[in-house]
């Protein structure tokens, strides 16, 4: 499993939903410049249970909120966007198939979503090469993890 996340560790608290593999629906609450909370909608056991995910952020003040529902299974997430100065301010979604997704991560401060990152099996694997895998961008991603 792969995390790919901030590059820089946050200053808010951390949640981690690792092993969350299948989501159904987001609710987001949001104002013009952020993304204040959320709250994930995951697909438990074999796709007969949805599990409300516990409130990711803080901010209890009225805004907008938002429902991104999913075309489940067959839609994913392929892009997270946001500025370490503002927090959060958009996810974009796209219907294709990726590889095994593995669950979300992050921190939250008092007034929005700090960070967000997510776990994910590579597509290819070299056989027969265990070791560790750690690439950095300038876009302020980098992912870490270990192969098998």
């Known amino acids: 499993m792969i995390r790919i996340g901030p590059a820089y560790p946050g200053r808010g608290i951390p949640w ?3 092993g969350k593999t299948e989501v159904a629906q987001i609710l987001i609450s949001c104002n013009r410049n952020r993304i204040n909370f959320m709250y994930f909608v995951y697909v438990e056991d074999g796709g007969t249970k949805l599990v409300l995910s516990e409130k ?8 907008s909120m938002e429902t991104v529902n999913f075309d489940y299974p067959s ?10 100065t ?10 294709q198939v990726a590889g095994k997704f593995g669950g979300f991560f ?9 960070t967000i990152g997510f776990y994910i099996d590579p597509l290819q694997k070299l ?11 300038s876009d302020g991603l980098e992912a870490s993890g270990e192969t098998s």
């Open 16 to 18: 981690d939903h690792k």
């Open 106 to 114: 992050g921190s939250y401060e008092t007034d929005s979503i700090e």
């Open 75 to 84: 839609e994913y997430i392929t892009r997270v966007s946001g500025a370490p």
């Open 86 to 95: 503002k927090g959060l301010v958009s996810i974009d979604f796209n219907y």
């Open 56 to 63: 990711i952020g803080r901010e209890e003040t009225s805004h």
């Open 127 to 137: 056989a027969n090469q265990p070791g560790e895998i750690a690439v950095g961008g």
